[in-house]
């Protein structure tokens, strides 16, 4: 069964850089049959969708944080990783990563999400 | 403010149904598959439905998913304690290039 876990740190500085990583299990970030993403939940908000990447390194960022969002796949450790920079107190979220079914589809598998906070 | 809006919230008796509406744009769900999430706290959040009406497996046949233009339905029948948590739609935005989800909707069971 597929499992996606989050990790990092729970408390960033204002103008630093959040970094996350997604490790999985039960499945594989090398596998060309699915994306893995990025979804974040702001206290008291809705979900915002950060953005995707394939097992390739090829990655899409939401537009309204390219600028800010960096995205890796390490295979051999099957896991990626999340660098949204320059960071302010309204990038203090849930983050949940997330297995697409593909580019522009849903997402069928989620993590159980970590709280970042700036 | 999210391009797909839903009603914040609704509510009904144990095994009563509800239905959440997720209204959106014809770049959006006039153009590509919507899918539902179920959000309870302290857990991952849950696909339920995808491609307009497909339950994903292992999902109960009590929740329901339809489509009709710019706009999607969630339907829940016999409505459980178990069913309170939050309910999002989402799709691919093809104008804006992006997954949107909906503005979300909580399930309360009276």
């Known amino acids: 069964q597929l499992q996606l876990q989050e990790s990092g740190p729970g408390l960033v500085k204002a103008s630093e850089t959040l970094s996350l990583t997604c490790t999985v299990s039960g499945g594989s970030v090398g596998s060309p049959t699915h994306y893995w993403g990025w979804v974040r939940q702001p206290p008291g908000k809705g979900l915002e969708w950060i953005g995707r990447?394939?097992?390739?390194?090829?990655?899409y960022s939401n537009p309204s944080l390219k600028s800010r969002v960096s995205m890796s796949v390490d295979t051999s450790k099957n896991e990626f990783s999340l660098k949204l920079s320059s960071v302010t107190a309204a990038d203090t979220a849930v983050f949940y990563c997330v297995r697409m079914f593909d580019w522009n589809r849903h997402c069928d598998s989620w993590g159980q999400g970590t709280l970042a906070i700036v | 403010q999210s391009v797909l809006t839903q009603p914040p919230s609704v509510s009904a008796a144990p095994g009563q149904k509800v239905t959440i509406s997720c209204s959106g744009t014809t770049s959006g769900i006039g153009n590509d598959y919507v899918s539902w999430y179920q959000l309870l706290p302290g857990t991952a959040p849950k696909l339920l439905i995808y491609d307009d009406n497909k339950r994903l497996s292992g999902i109960p046949d009590r929740f329901s998913g339809s489509k009709s233009g710019t706009s999607a339905t969630l339907g829940i029948t016999g409505l459980q304690t178990g069913d309170e948590a939050e309910y999002y739609c989402g799709t691919w935005d093809s104008s804006l290039n992006v997954y949107v989800f909906g503005s979300g909707t909580k399930v309360t069971v009276l």
């Open positions: 990447i394939y097992y390739n390194g090829n990655s």
